[in-house]
Protein backbone atom coordinates (compact mmCIF):
# COMPACT_ATOMS: atom_id res chain seq x y z
CA UNK A 1 0.00 0.00 0.00
CA UNK A 2 1.36 3.72 -1.12
CA UNK A 3 1.70 6.18 1.78
CA UNK A 4 -0.89 8.10 0.20
CA UNK A 5 -3.69 4.97 0.25
CA UNK A 6 -2.26 4.27 3.87
CA UNK A 7 -3.34 7.98 4.66
CA UNK A 8 -6.65 7.93 3.33
CA UNK A 9 -7.33 4.30 4.83
CA UNK A 10 -6.37 5.54 8.19
CA UNK A 11 -8.25 8.75 7.86
CA UNK A 12 -11.47 7.15 6.12
CA UNK A 13 -11.47 4.27 8.90
CA UNK A 14 -11.57 6.62 12.17
CA UNK A 15 -13.61 9.08 12.63
CA UNK A 16 -12.89 11.36 15.44
CA UNK A 17 -9.31 13.37 16.16
CA UNK A 18 -7.55 15.54 19.03
CA UNK A 19 -7.85 18.74 17.79
CA UNK A 20 -4.76 20.99 19.13
CA UNK A 21 -5.28 24.97 19.52
CA UNK A 22 -3.16 27.49 20.99
CA UNK A 23 -5.33 28.31 23.99
CA UNK A 24 -3.98 31.28 26.30
CA UNK A 25 -0.76 30.57 24.77
CA UNK A 26 -0.58 27.18 25.82
CA UNK A 27 -0.97 24.15 24.14
CA UNK A 28 -4.65 22.68 24.56
CA UNK A 29 -6.11 19.30 22.87
CA UNK A 30 -9.89 18.43 22.60
CA UNK A 31 -11.89 15.60 20.96
CA UNK A 32 -13.30 16.24 17.70
CA UNK A 33 -15.57 14.30 15.36
CA UNK A 34 -14.80 14.88 11.53
CA UNK A 35 -15.78 14.28 7.66
CA UNK A 36 -13.53 13.97 5.19
CA UNK A 37 -14.35 16.70 2.02
CA UNK A 38 -12.40 14.77 -0.59
CA UNK A 39 -12.95 17.38 -3.09
CA UNK A 40 -11.52 20.63 -1.05
CA UNK A 41 -9.77 18.43 0.78
CA UNK A 42 -10.34 19.43 3.91
CA UNK A 43 -11.58 18.21 7.30
CA UNK A 44 -15.12 19.27 8.49
CA UNK A 45 -15.98 19.18 12.19
CA UNK A 46 -19.17 20.69 13.52
CA UNK A 47 -18.24 22.39 17.15
CA UNK A 48 -20.14 24.80 19.79
CA UNK A 49 -18.99 28.25 20.56
CA UNK A 50 -18.64 27.21 24.70
CA UNK A 51 -16.00 25.09 23.61
CA UNK A 52 -12.64 26.93 24.03
CA UNK A 53 -10.93 25.34 21.16
CA UNK A 54 -13.67 26.85 18.90
CA UNK A 55 -12.50 30.27 20.82
CA UNK A 56 -8.99 29.40 20.15
CA UNK A 57 -9.61 28.65 16.34
CA UNK A 58 -11.11 32.23 16.24
CA UNK A 59 -8.02 34.00 17.29
CA UNK A 60 -5.59 31.36 15.93
CA UNK A 61 -7.16 29.62 13.03
CA UNK A 62 -3.37 26.68 12.87
CA UNK A 63 -4.47 24.16 14.26
CA UNK A 64 -3.20 20.20 14.66
CA UNK A 65 -5.32 16.72 14.28
CA UNK A 66 -4.22 13.89 15.79
CA UNK A 67 -5.68 11.05 14.21
CA UNK A 68 -4.62 7.27 15.56
CA UNK A 69 -6.02 3.91 14.34
CA UNK A 70 -7.48 1.74 16.94
CA UNK A 71 -6.03 -0.11 19.17
CA UNK A 72 -6.43 -3.56 18.06
CA UNK A 73 -4.39 -2.59 15.22
CA UNK A 74 -0.54 -3.52 17.39
CA UNK A 75 -0.29 -4.26 20.85
CA UNK A 76 2.73 -2.02 21.00
CA UNK A 77 1.71 1.27 20.72
CA UNK A 78 4.13 2.59 18.85
CA UNK A 79 3.42 0.77 16.38
CA UNK A 80 -0.12 2.05 15.47
CA UNK A 81 -0.72 3.77 12.60
CA UNK A 82 -1.44 7.95 12.95
CA UNK A 83 -0.89 11.11 11.35
CA UNK A 84 -0.57 14.79 12.36
CA UNK A 85 -2.45 17.00 10.27
CA UNK A 86 -1.15 20.20 10.12
CA UNK A 87 -3.45 23.35 8.82
CA UNK A 88 -5.75 26.29 8.86
CA UNK A 89 -9.12 26.17 10.37
CA UNK A 90 -11.69 28.41 9.03
CA UNK A 91 -15.61 29.02 10.58
CA UNK A 92 -17.74 28.20 7.35
CA UNK A 93 -20.55 30.98 6.89
CA UNK A 94 -24.08 29.39 7.04
CA UNK A 95 -26.57 30.08 3.96
CA UNK A 96 -24.34 28.94 1.81
CA UNK A 97 -23.16 26.61 -0.87
CA UNK A 98 -19.99 25.75 1.13
CA UNK A 99 -21.72 25.15 4.26
CA UNK A 100 -24.61 23.27 2.55
CA UNK A 101 -22.31 20.95 1.32
CA UNK A 102 -20.03 20.14 4.83
CA UNK A 103 -23.07 19.54 6.38
CA UNK A 104 -24.57 17.10 4.14
CA UNK A 105 -20.92 15.41 4.21
CA UNK A 106 -20.45 15.59 8.06
CA UNK A 107 -24.68 14.33 8.17
CA UNK A 108 -23.38 11.43 5.52
CA UNK A 109 -20.71 10.38 8.75
CA UNK A 110 -22.57 11.25 11.84
CA UNK A 111 -26.58 11.21 10.74
CA UNK A 112 -27.48 11.41 14.84
CA UNK A 113 -25.57 15.04 14.82
CA UNK A 114 -28.86 16.50 12.76
CA UNK A 115 -30.54 17.68 15.91
CA UNK A 116 -27.04 19.53 16.62
CA UNK A 117 -27.67 21.49 13.92
CA UNK A 118 -30.40 23.19 15.24
CA UNK A 119 -28.61 24.45 17.94
CA UNK A 120 -27.27 28.09 17.64
CA UNK A 121 -24.41 27.79 19.38
CA UNK A 122 -23.06 25.28 17.19
CA UNK A 123 -21.36 25.57 14.27
CA UNK A 124 -18.96 24.06 10.75
CA UNK A 125 -15.23 24.76 10.32
CA UNK A 126 -12.84 23.84 7.87
CA UNK A 127 -9.79 22.46 8.58
CA UNK A 128 -7.63 22.95 5.36
CA UNK A 129 -4.16 20.72 5.42
CA UNK A 130 -0.84 22.23 5.07
CA UNK A 131 1.09 19.18 6.01
CA UNK A 132 0.73 15.60 7.23
CA UNK A 133 3.02 13.82 9.27
CA UNK A 134 2.15 9.84 8.95
CA UNK A 135 3.54 6.97 10.70
CA UNK A 136 2.46 4.10 9.18
CA UNK A 137 3.97 1.61 12.01
CA UNK A 138 7.15 1.29 13.92
CA UNK A 139 10.05 3.26 12.29
CA UNK A 140 7.26 3.95 8.95
CA UNK A 141 7.58 7.91 9.05
CA UNK A 142 6.61 9.78 5.92
CA UNK A 143 5.79 13.95 5.09
CA UNK A 144 2.86 14.67 2.84
CA UNK A 145 2.44 17.94 1.86
CA UNK A 146 1.23 19.90 -1.64
CA UNK A 147 -0.10 17.56 -4.17
CA UNK A 148 0.61 14.60 -2.61
CA UNK A 149 -1.09 15.01 -0.23
CA UNK A 150 -4.62 16.73 -1.58
CA UNK A 151 -3.78 13.26 -3.90
CA UNK A 152 -3.79 11.20 -1.24
CA UNK A 153 -7.06 12.86 0.63
CA UNK A 154 -8.88 13.05 -2.48
CA UNK A 155 -8.28 8.91 -2.42
CA UNK A 156 -6.59 9.71 -5.83
Known amino acids: ?68 APEAQAAFPQARARATVQGDAEPLARFTPAYARAKALYLARFADAADIFALPDFSLYCIRPRSVRLIAGFAQAVSLVGASLAKALRGA
Do not use: C
Request: charged letters at 15%; aromatic letters at 4%.
Open 1 to 68: MTDGATLRALIVAQNVAALGTLHRGEPYVSMVPYALDEEAPQFVIHVSALAPHTKDMLEHPRVSLLIV
